[in-house]
């Protein structure tokens, strides 16, 4: 303060020389207003200061924040990267399962295909059931009414033949009758035939299922 008052003396000497020795130098306009500029110069220095104090605690604050979502952030990646790779397994069971279904499917169609060119095997030209064969489900229920009806042609048949030999008397006529018996017996014979056969191709179109 000396110093300074020392210096506003000599600057001043002849205008402010009576001021300083009365002790009054703060009545002196041009040291008030050099007071009041070092004063404004200290608040600009202590707000300059303050700003910078405050800039760096927000540049701090930032940085603190940024460390904080860095582990946030590659949380979320791999979160996201987690999720593709779910994405990619369910689109790739997806795909298998599709492939396993048409692969099932074909394998039905040809099994079926396989069953109805048995049931074509087994099936006779002059059978009564050629015309209409019936499918694996209902082969034993189509096959006994089919083996009947046949059974009943051939026994009606054999009757027509053995009534023409009804005419002729005596041993003739018997043996015409005997020989209509066996052929009817015949018949119903080839008809348990068929029916085992048709029984068996049934069993084996259920196996290969």
């Known amino acids: ?5 020392v210096h506003i003396a000599t600057a001043f ?4 020389r009576h001021h300083l020795e009365e002790g009054n130098i703060d009545r002196a306009p041009s040291v008030r207003q050099s007071q009041q500029k070092h004063q404004q110069l200290l608040q600009q220095q202590h707000q300059q200061q303050q700003q910078q104090h405050q800039q760096q605690h927000q540049q701090q604050h930032q940085q603190q924040q940024q460390q904080q979502q860095q582990p946030q952030q590659q949380q979320q990646q791999q979160q996201q990267q987690r999720q593709q790779q779910q994405q990619q397994q369910q689109h790739q069971q997806q795909h298998q399962q599709q492939h396993q279904q048409q692969q099932q499917q074909q394998h039905q169609q040809h099994q079926q ?3 109805l060119q048995q049931q074509h095997q087994y ?3 002059n059978s009564p059931t050629a015309a209409t064969a019936p499918t ?3 082969a034993t229920a189509t096959a006994k009414p089919a083996t009947t ?3 009943t042609t ?3 048949s054999a009757r027509r033949q053995s009534a023409r030999f ?13 020989d209509g018996v066996e052929l009817a017996k015949l018949a119903r014979a080839e008809a348990r035939k068929e029916l085992v056969r048709a029984e068996e191709a049934f069993r084996r179109a259920e196996e290969a299922v």
């Open 123 to 125: 099936q006779q030209p």
């Open 1 to 5: 303060m000396n110093s300074y008052l």
């Open 113 to 115: 295909q396989q069953l």
């Open 13 to 16: 000497p002849q205008n402010y």
């Open 166 to 178: 009804e005419e002729p008397a005596g041993k003739d006529r018997i043996f015409a009758a005997g």
């Open 136 to 138: 694996a489900p209902t």
């Open 154 to 156: 051939a026994t009606m």
């Open 149 to 151: 009806a046949a059974a």
